[in-house]
């Protein structure tokens, strides 16, 4: 697909792209034990340099399905040869999270992930430190990083991981305008407040005859609706702060968190429970966005990927596409909600050519891999001189996220919580419970904050 | 369903009654039959059928019994979209046969000293080797995990198929039922002329044994073909896939992208070419499935 | 290795010591495997369920911690044990008695006998992936083939895996339908019971019912009492189907034992506490077959003459 379109911008990127990088070759080739993470001394193998004549492969798992398509393309190109040397990436993608641990244990774990409990992982000392490398490299730099991904590739002041890809911010209301007409809605007044959107979901809902749910307005849980891990939309949206990273305290029992569960499961009240988890288990629908595509759902809660995702998935779906600022409750009329965070690459420890995998991470950033990832699946970085030059129009409902960075009224990076994976599945648990009218929104969020924290002193993280 | 409760031996009672009633019953017996094959069978026949629609046939209200047009390619189709083929020959020739092999030598070598030697403590470690069937595989999962990592056995089929050389539980205990319902005197005889205990086994109980050992290898043939859990644990090599992660793999791509066309009947193709050989395997070898269990007389 | 006392050593003679060492010899694969894959990780898997243990970083010792907050405070530990036991309560008996009702019709005189057990065998051997899969694709609410009939028909539609009402029922449904092995094995003890017996029986004048209350059920009691263990231990244990096709899910209805004990292990990198749900899980199956085993004394027929 990038062969059709060698603009000029292109082709000047990638001679500047390539004088840099010949620069970085000659100093991972001269300096390759400056470049070493102190804890990966007593390593024998994985130090190889990227332009050793005799390759290694570096293995790289990824939780993503979505790259299958065109990772050959991605790795065709002359600035993967030139970063990579003679050393090769192979992806096993749609891996799942059981098998990554499972083999971290065993002391058998890839060299590079992405799409992974990132903060779990960082948390428990399996991860390379980089400090040293980014140091050293030439191509990623902290300064032309957004700050937020930035500085969640720490922990404890320790860098673990590069936001070298899909980092862009995290939230809008994505809604198909042809839905939203054909419902009788007007596309160019979106929902503002919950009020507002439950509203839509209402007059989107539909039954056949015989009461069998035919589409829904709004699942807000589906996507990044229902995810801690980027960002805990609920926390976000009624404006608390749901976990102290200094401390380790956790505040999810306040009016606020029954507010939201009360809230948000009404959505799934006025549609069903049962339908819902229907649709679920459809293929197609059962993952993330697929009953958006599939026009089963007339809005989601994604981030800046999703214009892009959609069109390349589902063109005739993606084309209605527009965005919005996710909706507040009534008392927080006028936040606008925006979020950082999004994937890294991480490097392990225990891995053989983990830091062969380092220029994989830089090759990223470079312009011929963001427009890959760009064309292909809508991908942006957190690298902001790519930013800068891309096509904010180039999907429907992109340009809104372009806008929120400088419009948004509040702009986070998500909480970097060791047991965020614990986190999430309670928070799964817990809210069908309300939805389902078998506990109330207080005693939820009592709950969640009691597990949560017998979690916390369970998992060894309590002072 | 209950109402074949009095079915197996109410057939000739009540003389002069006897014909009506008989036949009544028997009628009743056939409509009884022929209404759970269905059900039985339903399942096998949507996967079947499913295979041959598109999308626009798959989620049509009423749903469509047979399929027109029928897309025959799908098969084809469904099967080259992942290397099935190679999944097909790393599940048999990687996994199964060795596997198989593996399971009844070593099973019928244990099941001999278990049945046909009389030796003190024996019952007592039978007794123990019934109770590991009770050990949830959950357990030993992950300790086994590092054990067969200390080997450098992962992503090999090594660790799935080594342990079958140490015998099957379950497999041991068919056999030791049967190799009890072969006389002593049998034994007893050969031991009169000079034959030792492994002479005894080869040359006389095995050879009499060949159903159940037949039973045996079919069963942990199929054990070995929809095994699911064990590769899942120890393959992460695409290369090295059988079957089962093959579905799998096939299901988490639809999964991911919702836009492939042909989900469901791509997945009911597959299924169906991957339960049609135990089809094969079991309407040809019925007969000795069905034997084989019967002689094993479980008592 | 009740064999090895010392003590007992003595008092065996030549042809009983030779015997005791052949018979080691013959079980001494399965003698090996059993230190090597099952005692071996037993250990190992006891000693993590005393430890806070996440895969990750190395064990740290916490003595009973793991099994006193698992009854104590983990909120998910009693809505898993009711969900298993509801599960194994009903699927395993269920699949006892519709197996021996299948088996006792395909052993009344029949066409095409072959043929109908076949279809009733089937199910069972059929991989479970392919069963998750086509089962889904039978029980969807919206698409699945029962509700579009449903649907056809003007009729509301059964939520049968999305509703926590009707899940585990469905779940047992799936179950019984694939019980062909027990049918088999029950067809088989069905056939091997004497025809002379049914002859005498009705000489004497018995009821249809009476030869099956009094000759075939109490003939067959050893092979009930099998598939019984069978079927509870395999239910017990039960996590691929519930796994793929619901997850645990709706509103936890299927997050069965082993369920949540992967969950923990895998998910929530609680290896100690997966460890200590194993071994309560492994003593709960022990204690139930032991009490079933107690009780067969008591209904459990053995006819030694027949050989």
């Given at each position: 697909?990038?062969?059709?379109?060698?603009?000029?911008?292109?082709?000047?990127?990638?001679?500047?792209?390539?004088?840099?990088?010949?620069?970085?070759?000659?100093?991972?080739?001269?300096?390759?034990?400056?470049?070493?993470?102190?804890s990966?001394?007593?390593?024998?193998?994985?130090?190889?340099?990227?332009?050793?004549?005799?390759?290694?492969?570096?293995?790289?798992?990824?939780?993503?399905?979505?790259?299958?398509?065109?990772?050959?393309?991605?790795?065709?190109?002359?600035?993967?040869?030139?970063?990579?040397?003679?050393?090769?990436?192979?992806?096993?993608?749609?891996?799942?999270?059981?098998?990554?641990?499972?083999?971290?244990?065993?002391?058998?774990?890839?060299?590079i992930?992405?799409?992974?409990?990132?903060?779990?992982?960082?948390?428990?000392?399996?991860?390379?430190?980089?400090?040293?490398?980014?140091?050293?490299?030439?191509?990623?730099?902290?300064?032309?990083?957004?700050?937020g991904?930035?500085?969640?590739?720490?922990?404890?002041?320790?860098?673990?991981?590069?936001?070298?890809?899909?980092?862009?911010?995290?939230?809008?209301?994505?809604?198909?305008?042809?839905?939203?007409?054909?419902?009788?809605?007007?596309?160019?007044?979106?929902?503002?407040?919950?009020?507002?959107?439950?509203?839509?979901?209402?007059?989107?809902?539909?039954?056949?005859?015989?009461?069998?749910?035919?589409?829904?307005?709004?699942?807000?849980?589906?996507?990044?609706?229902?995810?801690?891990?980027d960002?805990?939309?609920?926390?976000?949206?009624?404006?608390?702060?749901?976990?102290?990273?200094e401390?380790?305290?956790?505040?999810?029992?306040?009016?606020?968190?029954?507010?939201?569960?009360?809230?948000?499961?009404?959505?799934?009240?006025?549609?069903?429970?049962?339908?819902?988890?229907?649709?679920?288990?459809?293929?197609?629908?059962?993952?993330?966005?697929?009953?958006?595509?599939?026009?089963?759902?007339?809005?989601?809660?994604?981030?800046?990927?999703?214009?892009?995702?959609?069109?390349?998935?589902?063109?005739?779906?993606?084309?209605?596409?527009?965005?919005?600022?996710?909706?507040?409750?009534?008392?927080?009329?006028?936040?606008?909600?925006?979020?950082?965070?999004?994937?890294?690459?991480?490097?392990?420890?225990?891995?053989?050519?983990?830091?062969?995998?380092?220029?994989?991470?830089?090759?990223?950033?470079?312009?011929?891999?963001?427009?890959?990832?760009?064309?292909?699946?809508?991908?942006?970085?957190?690298?902001?001189?790519?930013?800068?030059?891309a096509?904010?129009?180039?999907?429907?409902?992109?340009?809104?996220?372009?806008?929120?960075?400088?419009?948004?009224?509040?702009?986070?990076?998500?909480?970097?919580?060791?047991?965020?994976?614990?986190?999430?599945?309670?928070y799964?648990?817990?809210?069908?419970?309300?939805?389902?009218?078998?506990?109330?929104?207080?005693?939820?969020?009592?709950?969640?904050?009691?597990?949560?924290?017998?979690?916390?002193?369970?998992?060894?993280?309590?002072? | 369903?209950?109402?074949?409760?009095?079915?197996?031996?109410?057939?000739?009672?009540?003389?002069?009654?006897?014909?009506?009633?008989?036949?009544?019953?028997?009628?009743?017996?056939?409509?009884?039959?022929?209404?759970?094959?269905?059900?039985?069978?339903?399942?096998?026949?949507?996967?079947?059928?499913?295979?041959?629609?598109?999308?626009?046939?798959?989620?049509?209200?009423?749903?469509?019994?047979?399929?027109?047009?029928?897309?025959?390619?799908?098969?084809?189709?469904?099967?080259?979209?992942q290397?099935?083929?190679?999944?097909?020959?790393?599940?048999?020739?990687?996994?199964a046969?060795?596997?198989?092999?593996?399971?009844?030598?070593?099973?019928?070598?244990?099941?001999?000293?278990?049945?046909?030697i009389?030796?003190?403590?024996?019952?007592?470690?039978?007794?123990?080797?019934?109770?590991?069937?009770?050990?949830?595989?959950?357990?030993?999962?992950?300790?086994?995990?590092?054990?067969?990592?200390?080997?450098?056995?992962?992503?090999?089929?090594?660790?799935?198929?080594?342990?079958?050389?140490?015998?099957?539980?379950?497999?041991?205990?068919?056999?030791?039922?049967?190799?009890?319902?072969?006389?002593?005197?049998?034994?007893?005889?050969?031991?009169?002329?000079?034959?030792?205990?492994?002479?005894?086994?080869?040359?006389?109980?095995?050879?009499?044994?060949?159903p159940?050992?037949?039973v045996?290898?079919?069963?942990?043939?199929?054990?070995a073909?929809?095994?699911?859990?064990?590769?899942?644990?120890?393959?992460?090599?695409?290369?090295?896939?059988?079957?089962?992660?093959g579905?799998?793999?096939?299901?988490?791509?639809?999964?991911?992208?919702?836009?492939?066309?042909?989900?469901?009947?791509?997945?009911?193709?597959?299924?169906?070419?991957?339960?049609?050989?135990?089809v094969?395997?079991?309407?040809?070898?019925?007969?000795?499935?069905?034997?084989?269990?019967?002689?094993t007389?479980?008592? | 290795?009740?064999?090895?006392?010392?003590?007992?050593?003595?008092?065996?003679?030549?042809?009983?010591?030779?015997?005791?060492?052949?018979?080691?010899?013959?079980?001494?694969?399965?003698?090996?495997?059993?230190?090597?894959?099952?005692?071996?990780?037993?250990?190992?898997?006891?000693?993590?369920?005393?430890?806070?243990?996440?895969?990750?970083?190395?064990?740290?010792?916490?003595?009973?911690?793991?099994?006193?907050?698992?009854?104590?405070?983990?909120?998910?530990?009693?809505?898993?044990?009711?969900?298993?036991?509801?599960?194994?309560l009903?699927?395993?008996?269920?699949?006892?008695?519709?197996?021996?009702?299948?088996?006792?019709?395909?052993?009344?005189?029949?066409?095409?006998?072959?043929?109908?057990?076949a279809?009733?065998?089937?199910?069972?051997i059929?991989?479970?992936?392919?069963?998750?899969?086509?089962?889904?694709?039978?029980?969807?609410?919206?698409?699945?083939?029962?509700?579009?009939?449903?649907?056809?028909?003007?009729?509301?539609?059964?939520?049968?895996?999305?509703?926590?009402?009707?899940?585990?029922?469905?779940?047992?449904?799936?179950?019984?339908?694939?019980q062909?092995?027990?049918?088999?094995?029950?067809?088989?003890?069905?056939?091997?019971?004497?025809?002379?017996?049914?002859?005498?029986?009705?000489?004497?004048?018995?009821?249809?019912?009476?030869?099956?209350?009094?000759?075939?059920?109490?003939?067959?009691?050893?092979?009930?009492?099998?598939?019984?263990?069978?079927?509870?231990?395999?239910?017990?244990?039960?996590?691929?189907?519930?796994?793929?096709?619901?997850?645990?899910g709706?509103?936890?209805?299927?997050e069965?034992?082993?369920?949540?004990?992967?969950?923990?292990?895998?998910?929530?990198?609680?290896m100690?506490?997966?460890?200590?749900?194993?071994?309560?899980?492994?003593?709960?199956?022990?204690?139930?077959?032991?009490?079933?085993?107690k009780?067969?004394?008591?209904?459990?027929?053995?006819?030694?003459?027949?050989?």
């Amino acid at each position: 697909m990038s062969d059709s379109k060698p603009n000029h911008l292109t082709r000047r990127d990638f001679l500047r792209q390539t004088s840099m990088l010949s620069g970085m070759l000659l100093l991972a080739a001269c300096a390759p034990g400056a470049t070493q993470a102190p804890s990966s001394g007593s390593e024998a193998g994985p130090t190889t340099a990227p332009a050793a004549p005799e390759g290694v492969t570096v293995q790289f798992w990824t939780g993503w399905g979505e790259l299958v398509p065109f990772f050959d393309e991605l790795k065709d190109t002359d600035e993967f040869r030139e970063l990579m040397g003679a050393n090769d990436v192979v992806m096993k993608p749609t891996v799942k999270t059981e098998a990554l641990l499972t083999a971290i244990a065993a002391g058998t774990p890839p060299d590079i992930t992405s799409e992974a409990p990132y903060q779990d992982l960082m948390a428990r000392e399996v991860l390379l430190p980089i400090d040293d490398w980014v140091n050293a490299s030439s191509i990623i730099k902290r300064d032309d990083f957004i700050q937020g991904n930035w500085d969640r590739g720490y922990y404890q002041n320790v860098q673990y991981g590069v936001p070298a890809w899909e980092c862009f911010v995290r939230f809008g209301l994505d809604y198909n305008a042809r839905m939203i007409e054909a419902a009788g809605l007007d596309p160019d007044n979106p929902p503002v407040t919950w009020d507002d959107a439950l509203e839509w979901h209402k007059a989107l809902t539909q039954f056949d005859d015989a009461g069998n749910l035919l589409q829904i307005g709004l699942d807000p849980y589906d996507a990044e609706g229902g995810g801690i891990g980027d960002g805990f939309l609920a926390a976000r949206s009624w404006g608390f702060d749901w976990f102290d990273e200094e401390t380790g305290e956790f505040n999810l029992d306040n009016p606020k968190m029954a507010d939201a569960f009360e809230v948000m499961g009404e959505f799934y009240r006025i549609a069903g429970p049962d339908n819902m988890a229907g649709m679920r288990s459809v293929e197609g629908q059962d993952t993330w966005g697929g009953s958006y595509n599939a026009e089963v759902q007339a809005m989601i809660i994604e981030g800046y990927w999703h214009p892009g995702e959609t069109m390349s998935q589902k063109p005739e779906v993606g084309k209605y596409n527009r965005a919005t600022w996710v909706p507040v409750p009534e008392d927080r009329r006028g936040a606008k909600i925006q979020g950082t965070g999004g994937h890294y690459v991480i490097f392990f420890k225990d891995a053989a050519n983990a830091q062969a995998g380092f220029p994989f991470a830089e090759y990223l950033t470079t312009n011929t891999a963001c427009n890959l990832l760009f064309d292909n699946v809508g991908w942006l970085p957190a690298y902001k001189p790519y930013l800068d030059q891309a096509d904010a129009n180039k999907y429907p409902g992109l340009d809104f996220y372009f806008q929120s960075v400088k419009e948004a009224t509040e702009i986070e990076p998500p909480k970097n919580c060791p047991i965020t994976s614990f986190v999430h599945d309670t928070y799964a648990q817990l809210r069908e419970e309300v939805y389902r009218d078998k506990m109330t929104g207080a005693a939820a969020a009592a709950e969640f904050q009691k597990r949560c924290e017998q979690e916390w002193k369970d998992a060894g993280f309590a002072a | 369903m209950t109402a074949t409760v009095k079915s197996p031996t109410s057939v000739q009672y009540h003389p002069r009654r006897q014909r009506i009633s008989g036949k009544l019953f028997s009628l009743l017996k056939y409509v009884v039959l022929i209404v759970l094959s269905i059900s039985f069978v339903l399942p096998f026949y949507w996967m079947f059928v499913s295979a041959l629609k598109d999308d626009s046939q798959v989620y049509t209200v009423p749903p469509i019994w047979v399929p027109d047009p029928a897309y025959w390619n799908n098969f084809y189709d469904a099967w080259v979209s992942q290397p099935f083929t190679l999944y097909l020959f790393n599940t048999v020739f990687k996994y199964a046969i060795p596997y198989t092999i593996g399971t009844v030598l070593a099973s019928a070598i244990v099941a001999y000293g278990f049945s046909r030697i009389r030796w003190r403590g024996r019952d007592a470690l039978f007794f123990l080797c019934l109770a590991t069937m009770m050990v949830p595989f959950q357990v030993t999962m992950v300790p086994l995990f590092m054990i067969f990592k200390q080997f450098g056995w992962l992503n090999t089929y090594l660790p799935l198929v080594v342990p079958a050389f140490f015998g099957t539980p379950f497999f041991i205990f068919m056999l030791r039922q049967f190799f009890l319902t072969i006389p002593q005197d049998i034994s007893d005889a050969a031991y009169i002329d000079g034959a030792n205990e492994v002479d005894i086994l080869f040359r006389i109980i095995l050879p009499l044994s060949k159903p159940a050992l037949t039973v045996v290898a079919l069963f942990a043939f199929i054990n070995a073909w929809n095994d699911y859990l064990g590769p899942l644990i120890y393959i992460n090599d695409a290369h090295e896939f059988v079957l089962s992660l093959g579905v799998e793999a096939l299901r988490a791509t639809f999964s991911y992208n919702s836009t492939v066309a042909n989900a469901y009947p791509y997945l009911m193709a597959v299924s169906t070419i991957i339960v049609l050989p135990i089809v094969i395997i079991f309407f040809f070898g019925q007969k000795m499935f069905i034997e084989g269990i019967s002689m094993t007389g479980i008592k | 290795m009740a064999t090895a006392q010392p003590g007992t050593k003595s008092g065996m003679t030549r042809s009983e010591r030779r015997r005791l060492i052949q018979g080691l010899l013959f079980i001494s694969p399965w003698l090996i495997g059993f230190l090597l894959f099952t005692i071996y990780p037993l250990a190992s898997s006891l000693y993590y369920s005393f430890t806070r243990y996440d895969l990750l970083r190395d064990p740290v010792f916490i003595g009973m911690r793991n099994y006193t907050s698992l009854v104590t405070t983990d909120s998910m530990f009693w809505v898993v044990i009711y969900n298993t036991l509801f599960y194994v309560l009903l699927a395993a008996p269920a699949g006892v008695v519709s197996a021996f009702l299948m088996a006792a019709l395909l052993n009344t005189k029949l066409m095409g006998r072959p043929f109908f057990r076949a279809v009733f065998f089937f199910p069972a051997i059929i991989p479970t992936i392919v069963t998750a899969v086509v089962w889904q694709f039978l029980l969807n609410v919206q698409f699945g083939l029962f509700n579009s009939i449903l649907q056809g028909l003007q009729l509301p539609t059964i939520p049968f895996l999305s509703n926590p009402a009707y899940a585990k029922p469905s779940l047992v449904m799936i179950y019984i339908w694939a019980q062909g092995n027990a049918i088999v094995i029950f067809l088989a003890a069905l056939q091997d019971v004497p025809r002379q017996l049914y002859e005498a029986a009705e000489v004497d004048g018995a009821r249809a019912w009476h030869k099956f209350r009094h000759i075939t059920i109490p003939l067959t009691t050893p092979v009930i009492l099998f598939n019984l263990i069978m079927g509870f231990i395999y239910a017990f244990q039960e996590f691929t189907l519930p796994w793929l096709l619901t997850g645990g899910g709706p509103a936890n209805a299927t997050e069965f034992y082993t369920i949540y004990l992967y969950r923990n292990a895998f998910q929530f990198l609680r290896m100690g506490k997966a460890s200590a749900l194993a071994w309560i899980l492994f003593i709960i199956i022990v204690v139930f077959t032991a009490v079933l085993f107690k009780t067969s004394a008591r209904w459990v027929f053995y006819n030694t003459e027949t050989e």
